[in-house]
């Protein structure tokens, strides 16, 4: 299915947090969350990019919203607020 690339951003994100929630504190805990917030970021731009051309079904554009408040998050989390 064409949101394969995108589930896979996401597993690498979830992973990221996992790997962000072991880390020390300090820049390396930082710098994986971060790259979480990305490969969220990722996988959101991959089902809006598939909803613009008009092939993402409509039961799966709330993974949109959903993928943005994790990026969010994660985001978050890479800067302290």
């Known amino acids: 299915m064409a ?7 996401r597993d690498l994100a979830q992973i990221y947090e996992v790997l962000a929630e072991k880390a020390l ?3 390396v805990k930082r710098q994986t969350w971060a790259k ?3 490969e969220y970021e990722k996988s959101r731009a991959v089902y809006a990019g598939l909803r613009d051309k008009g092939v993402l ?7 949109i919203d959903q993928l943005a408040a ?3 998050r994660c ?3 890479s800067t302290g607020v």
Do not use: N, Q, W
């Open 3 to 9: 949101t394969e690339v995108a589930d896979c951003h």
């Open 75 to 77: 985001r978050k989390k």
């Open 70 to 72: 994790e990026a969010e």
């Open 57 to 63: 079904p409509r039961a799966e554009y709330e993974h």
């Open 36 to 38: 979480a917030s990305e």
């Open 25 to 27: 504190p300090g820049a």
